[in-house]
């Protein structure tokens, strides 16, 4: 008998165990998961984000302390809601079984092989303050298309939302089927210590190590959607204009808390000077006074500005420039929740804005002098979330993929490649592990499930594979080692 959603205030690890247990319970109760459920799941996840969209829209609002409501319906509301309609559209076929070939001569022989995409049984989802609702329910298109239940853990930064998403889960899904659980750090860390059979984390890459760990005790396999300095290249052959346009726009969009945002820009140094009043002018141009903007995100609390600002305060004292659109402070005012774009030129790498990914508007430029240089530079790094490569010479553009690592790459613009659900979307290294999105991440949180079939003849006795070993089995070898 279901006790109901056990996540009402501040959940204990007790009845996080208890969830575990009962949605496994009546998972292997249910055995396949046939379409027409995991269909019914998607289209609930769909009425849900419709019917509490104002509900969601309010609290990122309150959470921020100021973010555009037509922003989070656009990054919050609809990107998820397309997700479920692409995995919606495609479920049939990607529930599909497909049959692969058998070797030589035991096809003709009548066996089969296929591969049959099973449900993996409880995923575990651990998400994000930035994109509160996207990165809860977006992933689900994944996780409810392979047919399995759901256990959720949201951010504390941002407790609004997640208590309206929690109420939201309670009246669309059985407790046994999503559940959504709130509560701090500790309530955190018991639910990455628990038995799920995957669990994807998204989140900063230091927090992604400990959820690892803890993931290794109980041997489940984790997808980890972490950061880190994604780049911009900008080469010879770049549009100034449009380039910093669309970086810009990137990194504004939520006041850079992305975790694809730009985080800094390598320039040809002849073009260095022109880039920067292009971004300047850019900023200026999109949000005007971005502090009295009312289209413009705030830092989402007192402890990430501060942070933000240490970065800055730490380049200055080490002798770099800022210049920050609309000219005033880069610090916004002492009393401002909101900070202004700001670049940060004459870098050096011992800087902090230039070691830790930044998460707020605030963009250094990095001069370079051959195209080689800066490859580089990108590789002497960790590998990024994102690569962004700005020019028209393909020979340029190939030069850049085929010499350069990161998790996913836009050309001649920012973020928009998580955007197709056709794309897998991940990280490499220090910036994530695993993919989903789309069929990708249908199989992530499905076992793909060989499935063979032997045909009547004795295999073994028709290769000579049993005692006594003889002429046939050095036959039938002779044929297996040929190059």
């Known amino acids: 008998m279901d006790t109901g959603n056990l996540s009402a205030g501040e959940a204990s690890a007790a ?15 249910d055995g396949a998961v046939p379409e027409a459920v995991r269909r019914d799941r998607l289209n609930r996840a769909m009425a849900l984000l419709d019917r509490h969209q104002d509900r969601f829209v309010d609290a990122m609002a309150e959470d921020f302390q100021g973010r555009p409501k037509l922003m989070s319906l656009f990054t919050d509301l609809a990107t998820p809601m397309s997700a479920l309609r692409f995995a919606k559209a495609h479920l049939k076929g990607w529930m599909r079984p497909e049959r692969r070939p058998v070797e030589f001569p035991l096809g003709l022989l009548g066996a089969r092989a296929r591969v049959e995409y099973q449900p993996k049984g409880v995923v575990g989802v651990v998400s994000p303050w930035n994109f509160p ?51 701090g750090p500790d309530v955190g860390k018991a639910f990455s210590h628990l038995a799920f059979d995957h669990l994807l984390f998204t989140g900063a890459t230091e927090v992604g190590r400990h959820v690892m760990r803890a993931a290794a005790d109980n041997l489940v396999p984790v997808t980890l959607e972490l950061g880190g300095k994604s780049p911009v290249l900008v080469t010879d052959s770049a549009d100034l204009g449009l380039t910093a346009r669309r970086v810009v726009a990137g990194k504004m969009l939520n006041a850079g808390q992305i975790c694809l945002a730009p985080d800094y820009v390598l320039v040809p140094r002849a073009h260095e000077a022109a880039l920067a009043d292009a971004l300047i002018g850019a900023a200026e141009a999109l949000y005007g006074d971005a502090l009295a903007n009312p289209d413009y995100t705030s830092i989402v609390n007192a402890r990430h500005r501060d942070r933000i600002l240490d970065y800055l305060d730490d380049a200055e004292a080490r002798g770099a420039r800022l210049r920050v659109a609309g000219g005033g402070s880069a610090r916004g005012g002492q009393n401002a929740t909101a900070l202004p774009f700001t670049l940060v030129q004459e870098v050096q790498d011992q ?16 001069p370079y002098d051959r195209l080689d240089d800066a490859i ?16 028209t010479d393909p020979a340029e553009t190939r030069r850049v993929l085929d010499h350069t690592r990161s998790g996913g790459v836009t050309v001649n613009d920012v973020i928009f490649h998580v955007a197709q659900e056709s794309l897998p979307f991940g990280g490499i290294g220090p910036s994530g592990m695993g993919v989903y999105h789309g069929v990708d991440g249908f199989r992530t949180f499905s076992h793909a499930r060989a499935v063979y079939h032997q045909p009547k003849v004795d295999v073994m006795g028709l290769l000579g594979a049993v005692p006594p070993y003889g002429a046939k089995l050095r036959r039938a070898m002779k044929i297996k080692m040929r190059r």
């Open 15 to 29: 009845a996080m165990v208890a969830r575990l247990d009962s949605q496994r319970a009546a998972f292997l109760a």
């Open 133 to 183: 609702v996207n990165l809860t329910f977006g992933p689900l298109a994944g996780i409810l298309a392979a047919g399995n239940r759901v256990m959720i853990k949201p951010s504390e930064i941002t407790p609004a939302t997640s208590e309206a998403m929690a109420a939201a889960v309670a009246d669309y899904f059985d407790a046994d089927e999503i559940d959504l659980f709130t509560g």
């Open 351 to 366: 800087m902090a804005v230039m070691r830790e990914e930044i998460f707020g508007p605030v963009l250094p430029l990095v």
């Open 376 to 391: 580089a530079y990108i590789n002497a790094r960790p590998r990024p979330l994102a690569l962004y490569h700005f020019g």
